[in-house]
């Protein structure tokens, strides 16, 4: 028997967006697997590449100025190389997702069966008898209180958790063995939230699926996640099982992000820990060296690899560029 | 005793309907709260959306019409008053500043950022154009920022760096009171520290109080040094933030509490159990803390730092 390969393997993944007549890389050279019945989580700050990594695994870019290199591979198949058409047959069928906005990602002018139901229509053969029975059981796996009623309402009569439990519904519907979920609970209260990671966290167990869970909250990772990966312009700066990344952080960009976390002050002269620059636009972006130096001058340019490239430093714990070892806190000893 | 002290505050909005869109009812978006602001303190308001936190700083500031009840500045009847002309009010107007969530859409896209930051200056002193310069370059290094940025226009700024901006501009009349309405909901963490850090530094500098708004339980327990749980519009529990965060009373607060993620990855299953714990006993006794109408009772004192809304009659009533 072959060796089981990943549920979904991402190799040397590229996205470019193309500004005047170059294309700059937002997502650069990442590489990642997704195993069944796993919670990956990619974390990193706005403009880091990581939403656009889950379109770009979706498909879901402008062939005209967007270059995108490498592979996805999923079932055997580079899903980048399919045409149109089957990839549609992946989309929603075997691959679904789940967006930050859930009220910009429903159709105002659509009941909420017909919403769910519409991805029905695509991928499976069921009667409207059939659909209707499915959506009321998926409303019900999302734990929608009165799911006959909800489901001939508008999303405007709905509130937000409601509105992002229907989102998942539809993500869910034709029990997709893969689930991008972007920023799935930002726009939502802390109850809210809470309730919406644990649905997540059934359907992981229920379905057996491989989670992609994007988002810039690491206490959502810390809730969640099996295995996360931190993202910072565009690259892969760390990954690790969730226990060790944050019982071990070793990146630098890790743990300057773990201590700017608002947290009870010890005492009144004690302050957040800040990030010093600002992460380099798309056009700016250096694209050799660390690009995280820039952002931590006092450690010296020697400590940094030339071309930095990840290192396992413990099984399943990637570091990119060496210069962790040498890393402090600015005014720290090292 | 404080310098600023709300009194029994209402906010109702009319619901109209019928024939002749007569008043049916109203939506009682703040009912009854008291707040006493001290000199150089952070009270943290904290709720989920529609509590009816964000209505509460929008009407101490005058952008909203009270109902009833009193806002007392210096012990002045200034309720209702934000537009008037008279000396004690406009000495209101420059004490309280706001700082807005939305960066972009709370700088005018049109103006320079020497003149967003300027305008507060030239209302409320007669500088000469030199000085307001000389201020305004004082108030971008408070935040950070160098003298080229007086020159730009809002959108060449990133999020964090037009927060600050609106910090800058908040305390360019050197106010006693800066109303936060979610400063930093929209910023990346590494950004949010930095104008945490500002907050911080400022309210030091110039004894600032904040009556900081926000729905990030973390924010508000590095900001803060009392915070008001607010639910359907009145104060569940309000305190000292050791007392709310060490001994919460209120089911509510308890709920909302134990619903943060916790950063420990490996106590994640207690975590949640405890939750869930928590959860249903906020459904079981959800009836308990509110009375027959479903509105929050009166708040009562449980220590001198402590104050929190049970039922007079009912379990916990006798403490």
């Known amino acids: 028997m072959a060796i089981e390969r990943p549920l979904l393997e991402i190799n040397h993944l590229e996205t470019g967006f193309r500004i005047t007549d170059d294309y700059y890389n937002a997502v650069d050279d990442v590489s990642l697997t997704l195993e069944k019945n796993e919670i990956l989580a990619i974390v990193g700050e706005s403009g880091c590449g990581k939403s656009t990594l889950a379109t770009s695994i979706m498909g879901l870019h402008d062939a005209k100025n967007t270059q995108i290199k490498g592979e996805v591979i999923y079932n055997d198949i580079n899903l980048l190389e399919l045409n149109e058409n089957l990839y549609n047959g992946i989309r929603g069928n075997d691959i679904g997702m789940i967006f930050q906005d859930p009220l910009g990602s429903l159709n105002p002018l659509m009941t909420i069966h017909d919403q769910i139901a519409e991805t029905l229509v695509y991928h499976s053969s ?47 519907a034709n029990k997709p063995p893969i689930i991008i979920a972007d920023e799935p609970t930002t726009a939502l209260d802390v109850t809210i939230q809470a309730q919406i990671l644990d649905l997540m966290n059934d359907i992981q167990d229920e379905t057996g699926s491989g989670i992609i869970l994007i988002t810039h909250d690491l206490g959502v990772v810390a809730a969640t996640a099996d295995r996360v990966a931190v993202m910072y312009a565009g690259q892969i700066v760390e990954e690790a099982p969730v226990e060790e990344l944050f019982a071990n952080p070793k990146h630098p960009y890790t743990r300057s992000l773990l201590n700017s976390i608002p947290h009870e002050l010890e005492d009144d002269d004690d302050e957040l820990h800040v990030i010093q620059g600002t992460v380099p636009s798309l056009q700016n972006l250096p694209r050799t060296g660390d690009r995280f130096a820039p952002r931590i001058p006092w450690i010296p340019a020697e400590a940094h690899e030339e071309n930095p490239v990840l290192h396992e430093i413990s099984p399943g714990h990637k570091v990119r560029c060496t210069c962790w070892k040498h890393f402090h806190f600015e005014g720290e000893d090292e | 005793m404080g310098f600023i002290e709300v009194k029994n505050l209402k906010i109702h909005y009319p619901i109209r309907g019928g024939i002749f869109n007569t008043i049916q009812d109203h939506v009682k978006a703040v009912d009854g709260i008291d707040l006493k602001i001290e000199k150089g303190k952070t009270y943290g308001l904290v709720g989920e959306s529609g509590s009816g936190k ?64 300027s305008e507060p200056m030239d209302n409320y002193f007669k500088l000469s154009p030199d000085e307001t310069s000389k201020r305004v370059i004082e108030l971008l290094e408070i935040v950070g920022m160098n003298e ?40 990346d963490l590494s950004v949010q520290a930095q104008v945490l850090n500002f907050m911080r530094r400022i309210q030091k500098e110039y004894e600032l109080s904040y009556l900081f708004i ?19 519009g009145r104060f569940v529990e309000q305190g000292s933030k050791t007392e709310i965060y060490n001994n919460p009373q209120h089911i509510y ?29 906020y459904t079981d006794q959800e009836k308990e803390y509110y009375d027959k109408d479903g509105r929050v009772y009166d708040l009562s004192p449980l220590n001198e730092n402590h104050y929190v809304a049970l039922n007079p009659n009912g379990i916990g009533g006798n403490l």
Request: glycine share 6%; hydrophobic share 35%; no cysteine.
């Open chain 1, 126 to 172: 069921m009667n409207s008898q059939q659909r209707t029975a499915r959506v009321l059981e998926l409303l019900n796996q999302v734990g929608i209180p009165k799911p006959e009623r909800v489901m001939k309402q508008y999303p405007h009569e709905l509130s937000g958790g409601m509105r992002q439990r229907v989102v998942i519904a539809i993500a869910l």
């Open chain 2, 54 to 117: 964000t209505t509460i700083g929008k009407s101490i500031i005058g952008l909203e019409e009270i109902t009833s009840g009193k806002i007392l500045y210096n012990g002045i009847d200034v309720t209702n008053r934000a537009r008037s002309r008279k000396k004690e009010y406009k000495d209101y107007n420059r004490d309280v500043q706001m700082i807005f969530q939305d960066s972009a859409s709370s700088l005018n896209p049109k103006k320079r950022i020497k003149d967003v930051i």
């Open chain 2, 214 to 232: 926000s729905h990030d339980l973390g924010v508000v327990q590095h900001m803060s040094d009392d915070i008001a749980i607010m639910h359907k």
């Open chain 2, 253 to 281: 607060t308890k709920r909302l509490l134990s619903a943060i993620p916790d950063m420990d990855p490996t106590t994640r299953k207690a975590h949640k159990i405890e939750r869930l714990r928590v959860e249903k006993e």
């Open chain 2, 148 to 187: 080229e940025a007086m020159y730009k226009y809002p959108h060449e700024f990133s999020g964090g760096q037009r927060q600050r901006i609106g910090v800058a501009r908040a305390v360019a009349s050197n106010p006693k009171l800066i109303i936060a309405d979610e400063p930093t909901s929209a910023l």
